[in-house]
């Protein structure tokens, strides 16, 4: 099915509803929930996706998987997507929170094929059998590190959604430790307790993510790297690769190439 809402097709009598949509660049579907999981692919473009829990953003050709019942709201760049909308008792794999995972070449074939299949397949005939394949592809694929988890104490949270504005690698467990009138060791604690993350990689995986998103809009790569405060190109991508296991370049390679396409 093509460019309808899962809102229409809730009850329809299959353990998966597979939904293609394509959406303009910078379209925001606002903070909604479904009754089913789903399964958010996109094929081009990058996805930015909110939940009160936090951020995570969705590079192209990688999903984000959303369990049942989860408020989030998502920011569109240039996307189109296939979605699998999964009946609870027909989860994969149990996850409590949303996830970016990785989408192997197998899962991305059916995630294609799936969306063109009747919405009424046959259980027990092909269609049933790929939808049964992927699914077990959904359960076995790898978590990605593109989260920013956000704190529930207020003077933290509202310390990190000011650096979510102003990234700044170079900003210090001190300084953030003095504007919240705490000691050092008090705020680690404190911080780690809130996140589950140290400061330091926090700072890195917040400055990773927001770059994803700034990649996808075409900025380049120096520009990102020396307005998020690293000393050069080479230092950022040193570190991007390393918490994603791929070159910011990669990610600008798949931006033009997503352009060229819609020439």
């Known amino acids: 099915m093509r460019n309808v809402s899962i809102e229409t097709l809730d009850n329809t009598p299959r353990p998966v509803v597979a939904i293609g949509n394509d959406y303009a660049d910078g379209y925001l579907l606002r903070r909604h929930h479904h009754r089913r999981a789903q399964l958010l692919y996109g094929s081009t473009g990058v996805m930015k996706v909110s939940t009160p829990q936090g951020d995570w953003v969705v590079p192209p050709q990688q999903a984000v998987w959303i369990p049942p019942k989860m408020e989030h709201e998502v920011l569109m760049l240039g996307v189109s997507t296939r979605s699998l909308y999964i009946e609870p008792s027909a989860v994969p794999v149990f996850r409590q929170t949303c996830e970016v995972i990785g989408i192997s070449p197998l899962l991305r074939q059916l995630l294609i094929e799936a969306v063109e299949m009747p919405l009424t397949y ?11 394949l992927a699914l077990m592809e959904i359960g076995q694929a790898r ?121």
């Open 122 to 132: 046959a259980v027990d005939g092909r269609d049933g059998a790929l939808i049964t």
């Open 143 to 263: 978590t990605l590190p593109l989260h920013i988890p956000l704190p529930d104490d207020h003077r933290l949270l509202a310390r990190c959604q000011a650096f979510l504005r102003h990234p700044d690698i170079h900003q210090s467990p001190q300084d953030w430790a003095q504007n919240l009138f705490v000691s050092e060791r008090s705020f680690s604690r404190l911080f780690r307790e809130q996140t589950q993350m140290s400061f330091g990689h926090w700072r890195q995986q917040a400055c990773v993510v927001l770059a994803l998103s700034r990649l996808s809009s075409g900025e380049s790569i120096t520009r990102i790297a020396l307005e998020l405060g690293y000393e050069s190109p080479g230092a950022f991508s040193t570190m991007f690769r390393r918490l994603t296991g791929r070159p910011p370049s990669h990610y600008a390679r798949d931006q033009e190439d997503s352009k060229r396409a819609k020439g």
